[in-house]
């Protein structure tokens, strides 16, 4: 093989390593921002005053309109704790997804929504009660249909089990009797009928 060609191939296997190093490097850099950042540190320690600092960090990027740091829920590992425990209803953990909302699109949107929506049948109370503290913030997106019935891409056009989910949540959501949960209470269970009735629609609609 002429040396010219050896010499070009060992330059781009060390280029190969050096952007595997860098990546690697990037990924470590991440991962030890976020644990030391309040909000990585509770998703891992659910340590309460980390939880306070992290929701003190959050208030400020509101007051001052400023950004909010999301690095440590861009870190796939911490991102998959963190959605586990919102979607099991930890009251904690279901108050700072909603906290993050306002900071949130795409896909990180997309994720904390759907966790939210699983933690109903989880801690329905819980979740009804965070929801009406928070209501503004999910009308101001208009998120509410996503909320309680974005059920992930793995139930595309599965329409069936869909309606099944739908009305478990719905049935989690009629179970809470505080009478000051009752208008929230109500507007979700509306909200829930609406697409159990809309896929119930769909699946009469394909058996004819």
């Known amino acids: 093989m002429p040396q010219w060609l050896i010499v070009t191939d060992s330059k781009k296997w060390l280029l190969a390593i050096c952007v595997f190093l860098a990546t690697a490097h990037i990924g470590d850099a991440i991962a030890i921002e976020s644990t030391n950042d309040p909000c990585g540190s509770f998703v891992t320690s659910k340590n309460k005053k980390d939880y306070r600092k992290c929701i003190g960090l959050i208030r400020e990027a509101h007051e001052s309109n400023s950004s909010f740091n999301l690095n440590w829920l861009k870190n796939h590992k911490l991102q998959n704790k963190f959605t586990c425990h919102v ?3 930890e009251l904690l953990f279901v108050k700072l997804a909603f906290e ?9 949107a997309e994720v904390a929504l759907m966790s939210l929506g699983q933690s109903i049948t989880a801690s329905p109370y819980i979740f009804l009660n965070e929801l009406q503290r928070h209501y503004d913030i999910i009308t101001g997106r208009d998120a509410l ?11 595309v056009d599965r329409f069936e089990e869909q309606v099944k989910i739908l009305k478990v949540r719905r049935a989690a959501i009629r179970s809470v009797k505080d009478p000051q949960l009752r208008n929230i ?3 979700v269970n509306g909200e829930l009928n609406q697409q159990i009735e809309k896929i119930e629609r769909l699946l009469k609609a394909d058996t004819k």
């Open 145 to 155: 249909d996503g909320l309680v019935g974005n059920l992930g891409p793995e139930y």
């Open 100 to 108: 993050i909302l306002p900071f949130l699109d795409g896909e990180l």
């Open 185 to 187: 209470k109500k507007i």
């Open 87 to 89: 979607s099991s209803g």
